[in-house]
């Protein structure tokens, strides 16, 4: 199950990369996350530990990393994968376009997809809603 929200951000890329690379605080910029704690550096191989209203807890390992321009992170459960990727583009005069994307794969990852695709779709863009208004207001 493949899910892809896309915002405009009148603010520059430093700025919101600022905001999306320091995980731990986007409990005040998005009602989506209750808690993110890191278990080292923001870097590769590096785990996060997250709490969502309505699901499980759930570990996150950062699997990718290109600072200032993009994140991936996995998280992995018998019979499911699930990938989130970040990524900031600029537009131009200050601007950024940022994508979010989350993947579920596995038979039991495509079934909680499927299951929870409404909840899915309303943290996806709650989370790039804040993101925009967080930076927004910082730029």
């Keep these: 199950m493949h899910h892809e ?4 951000i009148a603010a520059p890329g430093d700025t919101v990369w600022a905001i999306l690379s ?3 605080r986007w409990p005040s910029w998005t009602a989506s996350v209750r ?3 890191l278990e080292g550096p923001f870097a ?3 785990i996060a530990r997250i709490r969502q209203p309505k699901l499980p807890a759930m570990t996150w390992t950062i699997t990718e990393l290109d600072p ?4 991936t ?3 992995d459960a018998p019979g499911s994968r699930t990938v989130a990727a970040h990524h900031i583009a600029p537009t131009g005069d200050g601007t950024s376009e940022v994508t979010l994307t989350l993947d579920q794969t596995g038979a039991l990852g495509s079934l909680v997809g499927l299951l929870l695709r409404g909840l899915t779709k309303r943290y996806m863009q709650m989370e790039a809603d804040g993101l925009a208004a967080e930076a927004t ?3």
């Design 73 to 75: 992170w996995r998280s």
């Design 5 to 8: 929200v896309t915002v405009a």
């Design 68 to 71: 200032g321009r993009s994140f």
């Design 137 to 139: 207001s910082r730029a």
């Design 35 to 37: 808690t993110i704690r």
């Design 44 to 46: 590769v191989r590096t």
């Design 22 to 24: 320091d995980v731990e």
